[in-house]
């Protein structure tokens, strides 16, 4: 295998080429990002870099010397505009880039409000790249008022920025509560009371009928009939895999670029990792929106790419920093059927998932504890039962051990 080309400039394709470096692949290696900017942690743009906190300079995975030293030519600011498999290219920005193999590390893309409702105003901003978070951090400003649009887990952080630089916040979800396509009904009213006590107004049931203003947006029609006056608005509706380039291409499209165990793609040369990418999953077909995620997967397709023929087996969990309070999440609760709590110390709670006996995931509030045991049983394989983990006598760690 001469030369590997990546394409996405984020997580998983800044991960996979380092990956290939470090197992030895002494080939050309060329990884394309469409943004100017070298590959950067996401996840701060919607916390500590909103907030002022993080200089620009510490949101990138490396500088740019590891790329040299390793013979990794990155191409920013550049797309890549079309895949022909029978010559195996790449064409990128006019020019022809042939690949003995191809990672499709492509991500995801943020849900939009249609320009029918206002959504192409000035001031209506969603929160995925660095240049969007850039463009909304002057109208930030101590009292202005600003509508997020979305109850999941984007939406609660942007609210949460917000709220504590000083704004006026409201936040609408369209769904009867908060978290509802991903957390139980209790650790939705744990974050509701959380941005309660915070100032953020939350209106729940509530779905955004148009934005109003001519050019840039002054105000918002609700569909509980409340017109409101805003300044901003940060969108947080979800995202969806970028697949568009994969599609095109004729590759096999199934809730993302369909992958096997491996990560191989319908397209013996072809792979895929990360948001993009759908794979295997106890019988039926999982796509994981995770930094973690985009690591493990980039990493073991590199490997596969190697010849290592492993399966990826993915290990889920998730996080997320609202004020004071850090979520750290284990396993998926797809299929739970109750869900019991366990107070910690100092105001710490975790939230444990079962289907019947068996534990599914783990949601825990300031108790890394929690979250560290639950990781652990939920990857061994061991259920304990419901009413052990909700007595405080417990001993967390013992239950490893059993």
């Known amino acids: 295998m001469k030369h590997v080309v990546v394409i996405g400039g984020g997580q998983a394709g800044a991960s996979l080429v380092a990956k290939l470096r470090a197992l030895g692949h002494d080939g050309e290696i060329t990884l394309i990002c469409d943004e100017p900017a070298l590959p950067y942690q996401r996840p701060p743009l919607s916390k500590k870099y909103l907030l002022g906190e993080m200089e620009v300079e510490r949101l990138f995975l490396r500088p740019k010397s590891f790329y040299d030293e390793n013979r990794i030519t990155v191409l920013t600011g550049t797309a890549a505009q079309a895949i022909d498999r029978a010559e195996r290219t790449v064409t990128v920005d006019g020019k022809t880039l042939r690949y003995d193999q191809l990672a499709l590390c492509t991500g995801s893309v943020p849900r939009q409000l249609p320009a029918a409702i206002g959504g192409g105003l000035a001031g209506v901003h969603v929160v995925r790249t660095l240049a969007d978070v850039d463009g909304m951090v002057p109208e930030l400003t101590p009292g202005g008022r600003v509508l997020v649009v979305g109850g999941g887990y984007i939406g609660l952080e942007a609210a949460a920025v917000c709220a504590g630089l000083g704004l006026k916040v409201t936040l609408i979800e369209a769904a009867p ?25 939350i209106r729940e049931g509530t779905g955004l009928v148009r934005l109003l203003g001519t050019e840039r947006v002054t105000g918002a029609v609700l569909a509980d009939g409340v017109e409101m006056q805003v300044d901003a608005v940060i969108v947080g509706i979800g995202i969806t895999p970028a697949t568009a380039l994969a599609e095109a291409a004729g590759l096999v499209i199934d809730n993302g670029i369909r992958t096997d165990e491996y990560g191989r793609t319908s397209d013996p040369y072809i792979w895929a990792a990360g948001d993009c990418a759908s794979l295997p999953w106890k019988g039926g077909r999982l796509r994981l929106e995770s930094v973690q995620n985009a690591i493990d ?24 920093d609202q004020y004071d309070v850090k979520l750290q999440i284990a396993g998926l ?28 995931a783990v949601d825990a509030m300031n108790d890394p504890r929690a979250y560290m045991v639950g990781k652990r049983l939920i990857e061994m394989g061991k259920s304990p039962a419901p009413t052990v983990v909700m007595d405080p006598a417990t001993d967390l760690k013992a239950l490893l051990r059993a």
């Open 177 to 201: 509560r908060i978290l509802q396509r991903v957390a139980a009904p209790v650790t939705s009213d744990y974050f509701r009371a959380l941005h309660l006590a915070h100032g953020v107004e």
């Open 333 to 360: 609760n797809t299929g739970y059927d109750h869900v019991v709590v366990r107070d910690g110390a100092d105001g710490a709670v975790s939230h444990w998932y079962y289907a019947g006996q068996t534990l599914l």
């Open 297 to 320: 997967q980039a990493e073991a397709v590199a490997a596969n790419m190697l010849g290592a023929n492993a399966p990826y087996v993915p290990q889920p969990w998730f996080w997320s």
